[in-house]
T-cell receptor, first 117, second 116 residues
Framework: GAVVSQHPSWVICKSGTSVKIECRSL??????MFWYRQFPKQSLMLMAT?????????EQGVEKDKFLINHASLTLSTLTVTSAHPEDSSFYIC?????????????FGNGTRLTVT | AQSVTQPDIHITVSEGASLELRCNYS??????LFWYVQSPGQGLQLLLK??????LVQGIKGFEAEFKRSQSSFNLRKPSVHWSDAAEYFC??????????????FGKGTHLIIQP
């Protein structure tokens, strides 16, 4: 089945530094990938839609200069949390839809736990 | 704007008993509906989805869900739960535009506890 891989699965960084999270579709091509954020014991909130070869579309309230998204190929999207602060600590999950499958459901990665100290 | 309501934050069920998790949605057009399961610290696993056709949808791990347009509901059921079913369950609604999927809107989740 369709597999989405996220890396790293967890990361600890110091306040003020930047962290890059990768999302890869391993066995399918995805024009569009999505980035979600999940606070402890909360639901997932869509942050942005990542489109291959074009600028990402951010949801209202999400700072695009803080959460940089790059979708350089049909199998890779990256989320960079710039100048991270403790309030950015969260669980970040990506998802992707299979181009080759009509009405494909979104397949999710296993998430990245970010802790900013 | 679309929205999803999961009215039960926690549900406790005895092992072997039946289960129903409730989900109500608000969406202007025909919705695409999903149920996902999440174990602690993990990503989401798709249990089942409804796009069109038969309103009773079969999924993995013995789960099923029924789409009821008149009630704007998509409740998840399982006839006999196992201890391994303990997890967080999310109902989600989505749409497709321009030939591709849009991001999903999730409910707040229902935490399922299985009693021995």
């Amino acid at each position: 089945g369709a597999v989405v891989s996220q890396h790293p699965s967890w990361v600890i960084c110091k306040s003020g530094t930047s962290v890059k999270i990768e999302c890869r579709s391993l066995d399918f091509q995805a024009t569009t990938m999505f980035w979600y954020r999940q606070f402890p014991k909360q639901s997932l909130m869509l942050m942005a839609t990542s489109n291959e070869g074009s600028k990402a579309t951010y949801e209202q309230g999400v700072e695009k200069d803080k959460f940089l998204i790059n979708h350089a190929s049909l199998t890779l999207s990256t989320l960079t949390v710039t100048s991270a602060h403790p309030e950015d600590s969260s669980f970040y999950i990506c998802s992707a839809s299979n181009l080759g499958e009509n009405n494909s459901p979104l397949h999710f990665g296993n998430g990245t736990r970010l802790t900013v100290t | 704007a679309q929205s999803v309501t999961q009215p039960d934050i926690h549900i406790t069920v005895s092992e072997g008993a039946s289960l129903e998790l409730r989900c109500n949605y608000s969406y202007g057009a025909t919705p695409y509906l999903f149920w996902y399961v999440q174990s602690p610290g993990q990503g989401l696993q798709l249990l089942l989805k409804y796009f069109s056709g038969d309103t009773l949808v079969q999924g993995i791990k013995g789960f099923e869900a029924e789409f009821k347009r008149s009630q704007s509901s998509f409740n998840l059921r399982k006839p006999s739960v196992h201890w391994s079913d303990a997890a967080e369950y999310f109902c989600a609604v989505g749409s497709y535009s321009g030939g591709g999927a849009d991001g999903l809107t999730f409910g707040k989740g229902t935490h399922l506890i299985i009693q021995p």
